[in-house]
């Protein structure tokens, strides 16, 4: 079956960097894209962008643009969302998921909770 | 960026009571939309795609449908596991946006 097992929590301090992990398994990895998705305490969904895992191509939040990097590894079944300039504000729940063959989010990892304090 | 404006913001009802939660974007997202559950701590689930395919393993009383700007979610026979806050979210146009979501409680 479909799996997505994200890396661990994280503590970090405002205007570090933090880099969450995301190992799939149970499909051909190189057939779906990834989203990421985050969710601060209390809050909703907010949608950060997707990555195609065939191609490389990219489509990031303007939110986000200018400090987020999202990336594969296609010899591992690992995307990787990367999140500069940290404040408090990005303390939040990040979700990987897989996409459909369209990009909705289908299938979701368990969450990383990404804790910025000083 | 499109608006996904979720209504109500939170529903009290009874079990066994049939809801209808809608969304409503401010363009056109043709059929590209979904549904998830969320419950505290958890993944959101996803129920609903293409405005009204039920993922893989969600029951028939979940009922998605809607096209262009008005899209519903309706929930026949509510059970005590439906008790979640539910989201919409739009897929046609980047960036990809999520409604603020309903909140169904027990009343």
């Known amino acids: 079956q479909v799996q997505l097992i994200q890396s661990g929590t994280e503590v970090k301090k405002p205007g570090a960097s933090v880099k969450v992990s995301c190992k799939a398994s149970?499909?051909?990895?190189?057939?779906?894209?990834v989203n990421w998705v985050r969710q601060a305490p209390g809050q909703g969904l907010e949608w950060m962008g997707w990555?195609?895992?065939?191609?490389?191509?990219?489509n990031y939040a303007p939110k986000f643009q200018g400090r987020v990097t999202m990336t594969t590894d296609t010899s591992t079944s690992t995307a990787y969302l990367e999140l500069g300039s940290l404040t408090s504000d990005d303390t939040a729940v990040y979700f990987c998921?897989?996409?459909?063959?369209?990009?909705?989010?289908?299938?979701w990892g368990q969450g990383t909770l990404v804790a910025v304090s000083s | 960026e499109v608006m996904m404006t979720q209504s109500p913001a939170t529903l009290s009802v009874s079990l066994g009571e049939g809801i209808t939660l809608s969304c409503r974007a401010n363009?056109?997202?043709?059929?590209?939309v979904a549904w998830y559950q969320q419950k505290p701590g958890l993944a959101p689930r996803l129920l609903i795609y293409?405005?009204?395919t039920r993922a893989t393993d969600i029951p028939a009383r979940f009922t998605g449908g809607g096209s262009g700007t008005e899209f519903s979610l309706t929930i026949s026979g509510l059970q005590s596991e439906d008790f979640a806050v539910y989201y919409c979210?739009?897929?046609?146009?980047?960036?990809?946006?999520f409604g603020g979501g309903t909140r169904v409680e027990i009343k």
């Open positions: 998921a897989r996409d459909h063959g369209d990009p909705h989010p289908h299938d």
């Open positions: 149970g499909y051909i990895f190189s057939n779906y894209g």
């Open positions: 990555i195609s895992t065939y191609n490389d191509n990219k």
């Open positions: 363009q056109s997202v043709n059929t590209f």
């Open positions: 293409s405005a009204s």
């Open positions: 979210h739009q897929y046609n146009n980047w960036p990809l946006t």
